[in-house]
């Protein structure tokens, strides 16, 4: 519903309203407020898209911890790496599927 609006209201694209989501979570999670909006929420909070920048931000200070400096960029993709496969694996198959339209 907030994408619709921002969508309808201003000139953003998809596109930079999907970034935007994404930075909005890791902000959240950078301060530990979004696992209270998962404790408070439940499952559905995991869905969005908020919930990717979640996970890379969640997963960066884990390794962090661990790991130190070096630790940040390994652990961004520990939590998402999952995801991000099955989407260029999906993608992939989309388009043996489907013809590109002019």
Do not use: W
């Amino acid at each position: 519903m907030i994408a619709q609006i921002i969508l309808d209201n201003t000139k953003l694209t998809t596109g930079h309203i999907c970034s935007i989501f994404v930075v909005v979570g890791a902000f959240l999670d950078t301060f530990r407020i979004y696992d209270m909006i998962i404790q408070y929420v439940g499952g559905g909070a995991q869905l969005p898209i908020t919930s990717f920048g979640h996970s890379l931000i969640h997963g960066a200070l884990a390794k962090a911890d661990e790991m130190g400096m070096i630790g940040v960029f390994m652990g961004m993709f520990d939590l998402t790496a999952t995801g991000i496969s099955a989407a260029i694996i999906f993608s992939f198959f989309a388009t043996l599927l489907f013809k590109p339209q002019d």
